[in-house]
């Protein structure tokens, strides 16, 4: 056999596994992974109604908790023209906090022995890893509603919660996080916007309510509803990225918007898996047509080698 005729047969092998190999990886794409990417979502509690009502089911909730939940309002405009307490005791307004910035929303009451704290403490924490500042890249507003808290246990709350910052941060931090206290008849107004249903249970004298936070764009809409206590880092910062209309951030960011997207029912981030899937079909194909060239040059000059 000529030397010639081993490098065509040789080619023709390598021709064969790359097609091969091309379709192998298209089946996957666009038959297996669309079964995975269509699996519907785990069940949500029934506190945070992320899906549409159907019917009256019972979600054995005790009778304290029966109202209590969190109804998503996404794209929903906050009535900015509300009025507040600041921490110095200063009427605000609430559209004061809005127009440049994304803003993380927290309602909580800061005399809570126990869950707003968890909240608050979710946030910070997640704050002193983020990429972005709080003060710089987006605002805080903390609003307590229990109309009976003062602005003095508001102010108490913010040395607290922004000397927990890192140092560098805490600057920036006392300009942009703000904790307000309220009337009634205001506080009623923003939790209804927002879809904050709660209630105060007369036999232990607290308030009972779900937790979670949100997200709004510069102009006041609601944009995005992080559940829980812990907020991940990962989530809030394309959040945060996605309700600045993509001000802020970095085209690694960018390319993370493009594999996650953001799902209502969970409140969480999510793996996009057919983005993800084409992305490395792309890599793959790429890797395999470098091995090609590669493997195309090294016989080159084995065959001139051996001539």
């Known amino acids: 056999m000529r030397a010639t005729d081993f490098t065509d047969c040789r080619t023709d092998q390598r021709r064969s596994i790359f097609i091969y190999l091309c379709n192998l990886w298209l089946v996957f794409v666009f038959v297996v992974a669309p079964v995975f990417a269509q699996a519907p979502p785990g069940p949500s509690s029934p506190l945070y109604g992320a899906r549409p009502e159907t019917g009256n089911p019972s979600t054995?909730?005790?009778?304290?908790?029966?109202?209590?939940?969190?109804?998503?309002k996404l794209d929903q405009q906050l009535p900015l023209d509300l009025v507040f307490r600041d921490e110095a005791g200063q009427q605000v307004?609430?559209?004061?906090?809005?127009?440049k910035k994304p803003v993380v929303l927290a309602l909580v009451y800061y005399d809570c022995p126990m869950l707003c704290t968890q909240i608050l403490n979710g946030m910070v924490t997640s704050f002193r890893v983020l990429p972005f500042q709080v003060g710089n890249e987006f605002d805080v507003v903390t609003v307590s509603f229990d109309p009976r808290e003062t602005s003095a246990l508001a102010a108490a709350k913010k040395k607290v919660y922004v000397n927990y910052l890192p140092e560098k941060m805490r600057s920036n931090a006392g300009n942009g996080w703000h904790f307000l206290t309220g009337d009634q008849a205001n506080i009623t107004q923003l939790t209804e916007a927002v879809g904050f249903h709660y209630r105060y249970d007369e036999a232990t004298k607290q308030f009972a309510h779900a937790?979670?936070?949100m997200l709004t764009t510069a102009q006041g809409k609601l944009s995005r509803y992080f559940y829980g206590i812990e907020y991940?880092?990962?989530?809030?910062?394309l959040g945060l990225i996605e309700s600045s209309a993509n001000k802020i951030g970095s085209p690694v960011d960018q390319l993370l918007l493009y594999c996650y997207h953001y799902d209502p029912a969970t409140g969480k981030y999510g793996a996009a898996?057919?983005?993800?899937?084409?992305?490395?079909?792309?890599?793959?194909?790429?890797?395999?047509v470098a091995m090609l060239i590669l493997l195309k040059a090294r016989n080159s000059i084995v065959i001139r080698g051996t001539a």
């Open 60 to 72: 054995g909730l005790p009778s304290a908790l029966q109202d209590v939940r969190i109804e998503q």
């Open 93 to 99: 307004k609430l559209g004061r906090y809005f127009g």
């Open 211 to 213: 937790s979670a936070i």
């Open 232 to 237: 991940p880092p990962r989530d809030l910062r």
């Open 273 to 288: 898996v057919m983005k993800v899937m084409r992305i490395a079909g792309v890599l793959t194909m790429i890797g395999i």
